[in-house]
C-alpha cells in the first residue's frame, strides 16, 4: 500500500507570495495532519482535520490555512509568505485518534 | 505547559556498541508516547510507541523503548547499533484521550562510527 504522499517535494517562493501544498493521506485514513519543522527542530503541529472538519489548530498564524476533500486528500496554504515561513512541511495520516500518526516525506518551502 | 524534553542533541557510538536516548515529557495525564526516526530529507518513521500496559514496548529495526511513570520517561534503547541507524530520532507525546495533536522533542541526531 501507498504510503503518505505529498507534493510538490521542492518549492522555492519569494516574500509576500501565496502556497499550496497537498497531501494525500494512506487509504482509509480519514484524518490528515499538517507539521511545519524549522531546521534543527521537532514538527510543530499546525492543523488536524477530520472528515472534512477542523478538528485542530495549532498555534499559527491566520495566514495558514488548510482544508480536507472528500477523498481525504487535503491542501495547506499559506499566503503572505515570510522568510520565517522556510521549514519542511509534513503531513500525517492516521485511522484513528488512538492510532499512530504516518507521516509523508514532506514538501520543503523555501522563501526568498 | 506540555512539553517534551530530549536533552541530548548529538550522540556519536561506535558500531556494535549499545544505545540509549533519552526523552523526558512534563503532561498532565498519563500520555501516548512515541518515537520516530528521520532519515536526511525524509519523513518521519515510526519505531515504536506506547498506549498501555506492558511498560517495555518493541519496535522496528531492534529497537525498544521503556515508559516510567514516576520519572516522565520514555529512553529509547537498542543493544547493538548498525551504521544504518546513523539519523535523526524524535520522541512525542500525545494525550490518551485520542489526539491528533503530537509534541515533539527537538530531537537526538546519531552518528555511527565505523
Known amino acids: 500500500d501507498a504510503g503518505v504522499t505529498q507534493s510538490p517535494t521542492h518549492l522555492i517562493k519569494t516574500r509576500g507570495q501565496q502556497v499550496t501544498l497537498r497531501c494525500s493521506p494512506i487509504?482509509?485514513?480519514?484524518?490528515v495532519s499538517w507539521y511545519q519543522q524549522v531546521l534543527g527542530q521537532g514538527p510543530q503541529f499546525i492543523f488536524q482535520y477530520y472528515e472534512k472538519e477542523e478538528r485542530g489548530r495549532g498555534n499559527f498564524p491566520d495566514r495558514f490555512s488548510a482544508r480536507q476533500f472528500p477523498n481525504y486528500s487535503s491542501e495547506l496554504n499559506v499566503n503572505a509568505l515570510l522568510l520565517g515561513d522556510s521549514a519542511l512541511y509534513l503531513c500525517?495520516?492516521?485511522?484513528?485518534?488512538?492510532?499512530?500518526?504516518?507521516f509523508g516525506d514532506g514538501t520543503r518551502l523555501s522563501i526568498l | 505547559a506540555q512539553s517534551v524534553t530530549q536533552p541530548d542533541i548529538h550522540i556519536t557510538v561506535s558500531e556494535g556498541a549499545s544505545l540509549e536516548l533519552r526523552c523526558n515529557y512534563s503532561y498532565g495525564a498519563t500520555p501516548y508516547l512515541f518515537w520516530y526516526v528521520q532519515s536526511p530529507g525524509q519523513g518521519l518513521q515510526l519505531l515504536l510507541k506506547y498506549f498501555s500496559g506492558d511498560t517495555l514496548v518493541q519496535g522496528i529495526k531492534g529497537f525498544e523503548a521503556e515508559f516510567k511513570r514516576s520519572q516522565s520517561s520514555f529512553n529509547l534503547r537498542k543493544p547493538s547499533v548498525h551504521w544504518s541507524d546513523a539519523a535523526e530520532y524524535f520522541c512525542?507525546?500525545?494525550?490518551?484521550?485520542?489526539?491528533?495533536?503530537?509534541?515533539f522533542g527537538t530531537g537526538t541526531r546519531l552518528k555511527v562510527l565505523a
Open positions: 487509504s482509509g485514513h480519514k484524518s
Open positions: 500525517a495520516s492516521s485511522s484513528s485518534s488512538n492510532q499512530p500518526q504516518h
Open positions: 512525542a507525546v500525545a494525550h490518551s484521550s485520542g489526539t491528533y495533536k503530537y509534541i
